[in-house]
Structures are given as structure tokens and as C-alpha cells.
Antibody, heavy 123, light 109 residues
Framework: EVLLMESGGGVIQRGGSLRLSCAAS????????MSWVRQAPGKGLEWVST????????YYADSVKGRFTVSRDNSKNTLYLRMKSLRGEDTAIYFC????????????????WGRGTVVTVSS | EIVLTQSPATLSLSPGERATLSCRSS??????LAWYQQKPGQAPRLLIY???NRATGIPTRFSGSGSGTDFTLTISGLEPEDFAVYYC???????????FGQGTRLEVK
């Protein structure tokens, strides 16, 4: 079964740092571009970051550029999101999401999502 | 930045009725538009990709259409489990970024 499972969320003070993880199983993780998408409480979906299968290319939303770093460990089938200088507006559920096609750069949509991990930034 | 505008914000219908959800883009997308369904407390689920292709396991009552800037998700014969929030989504070529519409909440009338 193809599965994504996020972890690492929690309550963190404003200005603090946190690292999220997304464990993948059931597919050849290293072949797929992966992304992070977040959802603030009661709000819609916001793309955060994308990383290609090799980890060689990364992309970020302007709202997190310079504060968040996406990475992956293909030997552990795990995607990461390092978040620093956290703000109140970073409070959200963070989902990891998978590209539908292997080894084709960044595709146009996501075919599988994890259940998310909750990050709450407190003042 | 490409903006996706969904309408209506809320759609109130009864089971068995037909739902028509709209997604309008500020720029032409060709056919690279996807639709997702999200239920409370759950992750989004891919319904439609490339504007009109059903994802694996999606019932045939879900259909997508459109190209360019205007897209539609149609649900023919609403089932109780279809009441949820629906999002459209696109990916810009450069700078690379993904954007979502603000969502349409489909609720029981």
C-alpha cells in the first residue's frame, strides 16, 4: 500500500524552530518529486515547498522562502521540512504530497497526500 | 501569479441532485487543472487531473471539463459521502508554484 505519514508537529513559540518528517512507503521514494502543502485553521490549501527526487532542486512559496528548508533522505524514504523563525501565520496542518509520475521533474498535481501534522505557533 | 477563483463558495443541494462547481483562472492553463475533495479531518483526495481525467478509484459520477481559463467539476447524482469541500489547483511553469482555489463547500440542503 502506498502511504505517507507526517510527524513532528507540535506547539512551538513564535521565533522558534521545528522539523517535520514525512515517512513514505509502498513506492520507489527516490524517483518521485515530493511537496509540502499546509492548511491554516478553517482555511484553504497553500503550497509550501517542493523537492525533486534526487533532492537537487527545491522550490518555495514566497511566504516561507528563507525560513523553511525542504530536504529528503532517500535511504530512509523520508521527506523533511525544517522550519525556523516561525510566525503565527505558520500555524497550520502540514501535509506532504506526492507527484503522480516518476522521474519527470515536477508534475502538475498531487496524487497522494498524507494525513498531516499540526503545527501551532504560540505567542 | 495565477489566481484561481472558485464559485460558488457554498452550494446547498440534496442527495440525488447534480452539482456544478466552477473554477476560473486568471491566465490560461491549457488543461493542467486538478480537482480535490476534502472531508473534515482528512487529507485532500485527488478526483480529477488534467481537467477531465478521473483519478484511480473515483466514481464515474464525478466528471471534469474545461480548458484555458474556465473549468467545471460536475457530480451527477449526489451521494451522502459527496458532501465535502472541493478545491481546484494548478501549477505555474515559472516561477514554479502551485496555487489552489479558495474552495467550494458542498453542503446538504
Amino acid at each position: 500500500e502506498v502511504l505517507l505519514m507526517e510527524s513532528g508537529g507540535g506547539v512551538i513559540q513564535r521565533g522558534g524552530s521545528l522539523r517535520l518528517s514525512c515517512a513514505a512507503s509502498g513506492f520507489t521514494f527516490s524517483g518521485y518529486t515530493m511537496s509540502w502543502v499546509r492548511q491554516a485553521p478553517g482555511k484553504g490549501l497553500e503550497w509550501v515547498s517542493t523537492i525533486t527526487g534526487s533532492g537537487g532542486t527545491t522550490y518555495y512559496a514566497d511566504s516561507v522562502k528563507g525560513r523553511f528548508t525542504v530536504s529528503r533522505d532517500n535511504s530512509k524514504n523520508t521527506l523533511y521540512l525544517r522550519m525556523k523563525s516561525l510566525r503565527g501565520e505558520d500555524t497550520a496542518i502540514y501535509f506532504c504530497a506526492k507527484d503522480p509520475k516518476e522521474a519527470v521533474g515536477v508534475y502538475y498535481y498531487f496524487d497522494l497526500w498524507g494525513r498531516g501534522t499540526v503545527v501551532t505557533v504560540s505567542s | 501569479e495565477i489566481v484561481l477563483t472558485q464559485s460558488p463558495a457554498t452550494l446547498s443541494l440534496s442527495p440525488g441532485e447534480r452539482a456544478t462547481l466552477s473554477c476560473r483562472s486568471s491566465e490560461s492553463l491549457s488543461n493542467h487543472l486538478a480537482w480535490y475533495q476534502q472531508k473534515p479531518g482528512q487529507a485532500p483526495r485527488l478526483l480529477i487531473y488534467d481537467a477531465s481525467n478521473r483519478a484511480t478509484g473515483i466514481p464515474t459520477r464525478f466528471s471534469g471539463s474545461g480548458s484555458g481559463t474556465d473549468f467545471t467539476l460536475t457530480i451527477s447524482g449526489l451521494e451522502p459521502e459527496d458532501f465535502a469541500v472541493y478545491y481546484c489547483q494548478q501549477r505555474s511553469i515559472w516561477p514554479l508554484m502551485f496555487t489552489f482555489g479558495q474552495g467550494t463547500r458542498l453542503e446538504v440542503k
